[in-house]
C-alpha cells in the first residue's frame, strides 16, 4: 500500500443514488408495424427506459436479456431472429440516444422488409412505450482515497450502482462510467480505470460486477 | 352427477370461530433483513429531502381489501421515514356504496344498469366527504373511484393531487367512464397498476406497481416444522411433488383448466394438486365454480381442494413455501399478487399471460408463461423434470420481486413522485 495509500483526491467521489418514476406514454404496438413506428416516434427516455434501463432493472439475469425490445419481438411476436439482432444491441457502444434509435429501427425495418407479411401480424401482447422521469439524491456520503471508495463500494444499494456504472454513459457522452473516470481523473490510475470499464454488464449481475470491482480495487491497494 | 351439497361435503373447509390475533406489523429497519442495510439508508436518504411534508391518503375503506392493506403497511412506514402521513376513509350510505360497488363493476367492463339520478348521488356524498375532511396537505392521494370527485376541494396552488387507480380500465363501461374522466383529468397525475390498465388522458400517467409485504405472515419464512404440520393436516404427502394454485373459486382464475392441465402431467409424473382459496361460502357462484372443480377433480385422491377462511395467511403461506411448482392459470387477472407471493418465495411458476403477470413472469427467466391447458401443463412437466431450472427461474424470481414488488419499493416510487413533483412545479401545486 504504498503509492495509492497516500493518494488523495482533489474532488472527492461523490455517492449519488437515482430512483426513477415510470411515466406511460402514449404510443403503443400490436404488431412489428406499430414498433417500428413507435420506436420512431417515442421520446428519448422511452428509448433510455427499454435499453439502458431495462438492463439496471433486471439486474439479475445474466442470459438471455438484453432489453425489452428484444424480449417483446421473442415472447409476443414469436419472432427469435428479429429478437436475437434486437438483443444483440450493446448500449455500452453508444454516448447518444438518437444513434441508438436509429439502429433500432433500421434493425427492425430491415427485418420486415426481407419478411412482408410478418409486420402486421398481431403480437399476443400489446407493447407500451413507457419513460422514465429521474431524481438524483445524494446518498450524504464521499470518497477522497481509493481506501475509501473501497469501504463505501461493498455497501452502495443497487440504485447507486445502476446509477454510477450503467446510466452514467449517456450523461457523460462517454464509453466509460463514474468509477472510472474519478479514479484516473482524481487518482491517476488508468489502468484499474479501463478494467472497471471491461466488466461486462450483460453477463454479471449488479452484485457480481460490484465484487468484481472491488476485488479490482483490492488488488491496486495491494500493490 | 354429484350433486352440489354432496360435492361441498367433500371439499376441506376450515373454520375456526375467530381468526387469530395479528402479529405486531414489522418496523422500517427490520426490512433490512430481507433487503439489505443499504436499501433502507437509501429510502431514508430519498425521504430526508421530504422531511416534514405532509401526505394525505383517501380510500373508502379502512379494514378489508387490498388497498386498506396497501395502506396499513405503507402509512406506517411512511411516519417512519418522517414524513406526516394522515389516512382517512370516506363515508356514506348503503345507497352511495352500491353506486360504487356497480361502478367498480362498470369499470371492469360490464354493463351499468343503475338509473342517472345516481350519478349525482354519488356527487352528493364525495360532496359531504369533501366538507368533512380536510385537505391541507402537501401530497392528496386518492385511491380509486369512489372519492375521486373530490379533487372539487383542490384550491388553488395548494397540494399535490393525485389518482392512484387500483383497478383495471382498459376496457370500461364508458357512461360510467365518460362521468369520471372530467374528474380525472384534474388531478396533477394518475397511478396506474400496469401500462395495459390505463386510459389516454390529459395528465401524466405513472406506472406504480402493487407490492407485497415480505414481513406479513402470508410471506415471511416459516419454520419446516410449521409447514410439514399444515400438509399433514391437509393429507397431502411431502415426498410427492406438489402444484399450487391459490385463488378463490372464480371461473376467471380457471381452476377447472388447473385441473385439466393437471391430469396431462400426472400422465408422466406422479405429482398432487392444490387448489387452494375462498369465497366458496359466502358466493353463490364461487359455490358453483367449487362444485365444477369438484366434478372435474372426480375421485382423484390427489387433488386436494381446500376452501380456506380469510384469516389463513399463514396456511397459505406454508402451502406456497410446500410446493413444487405454483401456477396461475388465470383467463383474466388484476395483477396477480398470488403471483408475487410464489415469485417472492422462489418458486417456478407457470402462469398465464394475461393482465400483470407478464410484468412479473418474464418467460424462461422468472417464471414459465403459459397460453391454454396443454402449455400449462407442459411447462409444469419440463420445470419438474429439470430442477435446476426450476431452481434458477425461482432465484431470479426472488430477485425481480426484491427489486420491484416489494412494500418498500412501493413507498420509494412515492417518495420519487414526491420530490419529482416539488421539484417541477417550485412548491405551486399540481404545476400550476
Keep these: 500500500m504504498s503509492t495509492t495509500e497516500i493518494s488523495r483526491a482533489t474532488e472527492p467521489f461523490q455517492f449519488e443514488t437515482a430512483s426513477y418514476l415510470i411515466l406511460i406514454g402514449n404510443h403503443t404496438a400490436m404488431n412489428l408495424a406499430d414498433f417500428s413506428m413507435g420506436l420512431g416516434n417515442c421520446s428519448d427516455a422511452s428509448i433510455f427506459y427499454h435499453t439502458f434501463q431495462s438492463l439496471g432493472r433486471h439486474h439479475f439475469l445474466t ?69 422514465t422521469v429521474e431524481e438524483e439524491v445524494p446518498l450524504g456520503f464521499e470518497a477522497w482515497t481509493l481506501e475509501e471508495f473501497h469501504d463505501r463500494l461493498k455497501d452502495l444499494p443497487h440504485g447507486a450502482l445502476e446509477f454510477h456504472f450503467i446510466t452514467s454513459r449517456l450523461r457523460l457522452q462517454l464509453r466509460s462510467n463514474d468509477f472510472s473516470q474519478w479514479v484516473k481523473k482524481e487518482l491517476g490510475l488508468q489502468d484499474l480505470a479501463r478494467k472497471i470499464d471491461q466488466i461486462d454488464i450483460y453477463t454479471n449481475t449488479l452484485d457480481s460486477a460490484r465484487a468484481a470491482i472491488i476485488q479490482l480495487v483490492e488488488k491496486e491497494l495491494r500493490k | 352427477m354429484t350433486s352440489q351439497t354432496e360435492v361441498l361435503s367433500q371439499v376441506q373447509r376450515q373454520t375456526p370461530v375467530q381468526p387469530p390475533p395479528k402479529p405486531p406489523a414489522a418496523h422500517l429497519d427490520e426490512y433490512s433483513k430481507v433487503l439489505g442495510e443499504a436499501e433502507i439508508a437509501e429510502l431514508r436518504a430519498l425521504a430526508s429531502r421530504l422531511r416534514g411534508r405532509s401526505v394525505h391518503m383517501v380510500n373508502s375503506t379502512l379494514v378489508g381489501g387490498g388497498v386498506a392493506e396497501i395502506l396499513n403497511r405503507m402509512v406506517p412506514l411512511m411516519q417512519e421515514l418522517d414524513l406526516s402521513v394522515r389516512w382517512d376513509a370516506i363515508t356514506g ?179 398432487q394438486l392444490v387448489l387452494a382459496g375462498g369465497g366458496a361460502t359466502d358466493d353463490p357462484e364461487g359455490e358453483a365454480v367449487l362444485a365444477e372443480v369438484k366434478e372435474a ?39 396477480g399478487l398470488t403471483v408475487t407471493e410464489g415469485l417472492w418465495k422462489r418458486k417456478p411458476v407457470v402462469a398465464s399471460a394475461v393482465g400483470g403477470i407478464p410484468s412479473q413472469v418474464i418467460h424462461k427467466h422468472t417464471g414459465m408463461l403459459a397460453h391454454s391447458i396443454e402449455g400449462t401443463a407442459y411447462q409444469i412437466r419440463f420445470l419438474l423434470a429439470n430442477p435446476a431450472i426450476a431452481q434458477r427461474l425461482g432465484e431470479n424470481a426472488h430477485e425481480h420481486v426484491r427489486e420491484h414488488f416489494l412494500i418498500t419499493s412501493d413507498i420509494r416510487r412515492h417518495l420519487t413522485l414526491f420530490l419529482h413533483f416539488l421539484r417541477s412545479s417550485s412548491g405551486n401545486g399540481n404545476g400550476s
Design chain 1, 63 to 131: 442470459e438471455g436479456f438484453s432489453n425489452d425490445f428484444a424480449q417483446w419481438v421473442l415472447n409476443s411476436c414469436n419472432r427469435p431472429a428479429l429478437a436475437e439482432q434486437l438483443a444483440s444491441v450493446d448500449v455500452r457502444d453508444y454516448v447518444s440516444l438518437v444513434e441508438l434509435r436509429t439502429d433500432l429501427r433500421r434493425t427492425v425495418d430491415e427485418y420486415c422488409k426481407q419478411n412482408p407479411n410478418v409486420s402486421s401480424q398481431s403480437a399476443f401482447e400489446k407493447f407500451y412505450f413507457c419513460e
Design chain 2, 297 to 335: 377433480a372426480g375421485k382423484d385422491s390427489d387433488i386436494h381442494i381446500l376452501d380456506l377462511p380469510p384469516w389463513s395467511a399463514l396456511e397459505i403461506n406454508a402451502l406456497q413455501q410446500a410446493s413444487s411448482v405454483i401456477v396461475q392459470k388465470s383467463l383474466s387477472e388484476g395483477f
Design chain 2, 93 to 271: 350510505g348503503e345507497d352511495f356504496f352500491a353506486i360504487t360497488k356497480a361502478f367498480h363493476n362498470a369499470l371492469h367492463g360490464e354493463s351499468y344498469r343503475l338509473p342517472d339520478e345516481s350519478f349525482k348521488t354519488f356527487l352528493d356524498y364525495n360532496l359531504q366527504n369533501q366538507q368533512k375532511l380536510s385537505f391541507d396537505a402537501d401530497f392528496e392521494m386518492i385511491h380509486d373511484p369512489q372519492p375521486a370527485a373530490l379533487i372539487e376541494a383542490r384550491r388553488a396552488n395548494k397540494g399535490f393531487w393525485i389518482w392512484r387507480c387500483h383497478i383495471d380500465l382498459s376496457r370500461p363501461n364508458l357512461k360510467v367512464w365518460n362521468f369520471l374522466e372530467p374528474y380525472v383529468n384534474r388531478y396533477g397525475g394518475a397511478i396506474f397498476s400496469s401500462p395495459a390498465f390505463s386510459r389516454q388522458l390529459g395528465i401524466p400517467q405513472y406506472l406504480f406497481y402493487p407490492s407485497i409485504d415480505p414481513l406479513s405472515e402470508k410471506n415471511r419464512e416459516l419454520p419446516p416444522d410449521f409447514i410439514a404440520q399444515t400438509l399433514e393436516r391437509f393429507q397431502i404427502d411431502s415426498r410427492r411433488p406438489l402444484i399450487t394454485q391459490i385463488s378463490r373459486f372464480d371461473r376467471l382464475k380457471d381452476p377447472v383448466g388447473v385441473v385439466r392441465a393437471f391430469n396431462i402431467v400426472k400422465r408422466y409424473i406422479d405429482c
